[in-house]
């Protein structure tokens, strides 16, 4: 397409009906993780009798897990092993340290299993993006591909 300068643009790529899929699941990603943090502040409270100072120094402990993952695991992580499985992992190394988190007893194994999520869920942060950024790009190859895996996966 020509613009109103006479220059010549690249036309526009349309956008694929996965992309729609994926801004939801992003946008319900975000709703969950804003519940999860509102959640683990009551959870604290009920299950250990932690009051503010105790669930801020527990948040205060997170971040620095979430920071330390982001620097320090990500990358080796992302290099070594496929952005799918990677992504899945973590996801799955996130709920199962949630579900751990809800029910388990002792406070020391409850926040360090606690913590455990907290490093998936940096790592699926970390690499949601470029999942994204792949899913939806039409010239990717196996663009094609991965949907119908994707499709024939979700009939299971």
């Avoid at 790529?13 to 990603?29: I, K, R, W, Y």
């Avoid at 999860?36 to 205060?60: I, N, R």
């Avoid at 388990?104 to 790592?123: D, H, K, P, T, Y």
């Avoid at 119908?148 to 009939?155: K, L």
Wanted: net charge neutral; hydrophobic share 50%.
């Amino acid at each position: 397409t020509v613009n109103s300068d006479g220059e010549v643009q690249p036309a526009a790529t349309p956008m694929h009906a996965s992309a729609h899929v994926l801004g939801v699941a992003q946008f319900l990603n975000g709703i969950a993780f804003g519940s999860m943090v509102s959640m683990t502040a009551v959870s604290l409270g009920a299950k250990f009798g932690f009051g503010p100072l105790e669930v801020g120094y527990v948040f205060g402990t997170m971040a620095i897990v979430l920071l330390g993952t982001g620097i320090f695991l990500v990358g080796p992580l992302s290099e070594r092993i496929p952005l799918f499985p990677l992504a899945v992992g973590s996801t799955v190394l996130n709920a199962v340290g949630v579900i751990g988190f809800a029910l388990c007893e002792n406070m020391w194994l409850s926040l360090s299993i606690f913590a455990i999520s907290r490093i998936g869920v940096s790592i699926k942060g970390a690499l949601g993006s470029q999942v994204t950024k792949l899913f939806t790009d039409p010239t990717n190859p196996t663009m094609h591909q991965m949907r119908h895996q994707i499709r024939a996966m979700s009939f299971l």
